[in-house]
């Protein structure tokens, strides 16, 4: 690398950075660092001859950042914490806008290109390495069935803290369809227990709803009330708190979903907040639900999803039919009152 392509403040980290594989503990690289990096370095390559693709490389990869800053804020001080989960939900998110096929492709094929340039330097690991995207069709949406979401609630122990919050916010996941930011986002007030529904408040799009969730849901999130000693809090402290009482953060969540799937030997799907999110979906439609309303539970800006969404129920709902909770419940899952 040619070190006029780099800032005096950029050399000096390739100085003082420890390759990847090395014992000693590696330094952080920014992600802006990483983009001003491989944009150089695109622009003097042999390869890339028009102004046009370097303009390309740069917005896709400012889309990326706009994603990371809403999502997961610390990648953006630290792009060695982007992993191949953070990736997969960049490609969720922009199946869920409705993004054309054509744009996702053009820039997973951008991001696979910036992490393997990023790992031949040694700053990351290549998290785009087995990552491909050809067509945003039923492959990209697959739901939990019934056998996922009974494994995943049978694992968690009520008992446990940690796997209550985990069992809670996942109910509230597939039972609302609400985006991993949403329920981060969370406060106590936003929570009505009487009308049995929460207030997204901070959209996507700015759009405020209202979401109803079941009576199942309802006791867990009473039970999580009471265990983490919630109804304490004033009505704009966060809902879903840590140990510490602080917001619990969207890569804990993130996090506990990756656990989650390993202690339920979840197979062949993954298990994350947009799994849910499908699961929802598919599940109001097959339940009888309008489209209407599911876009607007759904937050959607346009129609395209909610139609993706009623295509494959007409054609796969005999495949992929998920039940709501109180329907699961009927005497198969546990009662959240034996503590």
């Known amino acids: 690398m040619d070190p006029k392509m780099l ?35 695109r622009r003097h390559s042999r390869k890339v001859k028009s102004e046009r693709t370097i303009k390309f490389y740069g917005e896709v990869l400012n889309v990326f950042r706009n994603f990371l800053q809403e ?36 820039r997973v094929n951008t991001l696979r290109v910036f992490f393997r340039e990023l790992s031949i330097e040694g700053l990351t690991r290549n998290v785009c390495r087995d990552i491909t995207f050809e067509y945003s069709g039923y492959e990209n949406i697959i739901p939990f069935s019934n056998c996922h979401i009974e494994a995943m609630m049978k694992v968690l122990n009520n008992k446990c803290l940690d ?3 985990t069992k809670t916010f996942v109910k509230l996941f597939i039972e609302t369809g609400i985006r991993l930011n949403e329920l981060y986002n969370l406060n106590i007030e936003d929570i009505d227990f009487e009308n049995q529904r929460i207030h997204v408040r901070k959209g996507k799009y700015d759009r405020n709803r209202f979401i109803p969730f079941g009576s199942d849901t309802k006791k867990y999130l009473q039970k999580y009330v009471n265990a983490f000693g919630i109804y304490r809090g004033a009505l704009s402290d966060p809902f879903f708190i840590g140990k510490d009482g602080k917001r619990y953060g969207k890569r804990r969540i993130q996090e506990d979903f990756m656990k989650l799937r390993r202690k339920a030997n979840i197979q062949g799907i993954r298990c994350s907040a947009h799994t849910c999110r499908h699961t929802f979906a598919l599940n109001f439609i097959l339940n009888g639900g309008s489209t209407i309303a599911l876009r607007h539970f759904m937050g959607h800006k346009t129609e395209e999803m909610v139609a993706r969404y009623v295509r494959i129920t007409q054609e796969h709902g005999d495949k992929i039919f998920i039940s709501h909770f109180d329907k699961l419940s009927n005497g198969r899952l546990e009662n959240p009152d034996d503590f």
């Not at 800032?7 to 952080?28: D, I």
């Not at 630290?78 to 997969?88: S, V």
Request: one cysteine or more; hydrophobic letters at 40%.
């Open 71 to 106: 999502e997961v804020p610390d990648c953006i001080d630290d792009a060695t914490l982007i992993d191949e989960e953070i990736i997969l939900a960049f490609i969720d998110e922009m199946i869920d806008d409705g993004k054309a096929d054509s744009t996702i492709k053009g």
């Open 163 to 165: 796997d209550l919050r």
């Open 7 to 41: 800032s005096e403040a950029f050399q000096r980290f390739l100085e003082e950075y420890n390759p990847l594989g090395e014992t000693e503990a590696r330094k952080k690289i920014s992600f802006d660092d990483a983009r001003i990096m491989y944009i150089r370095k």
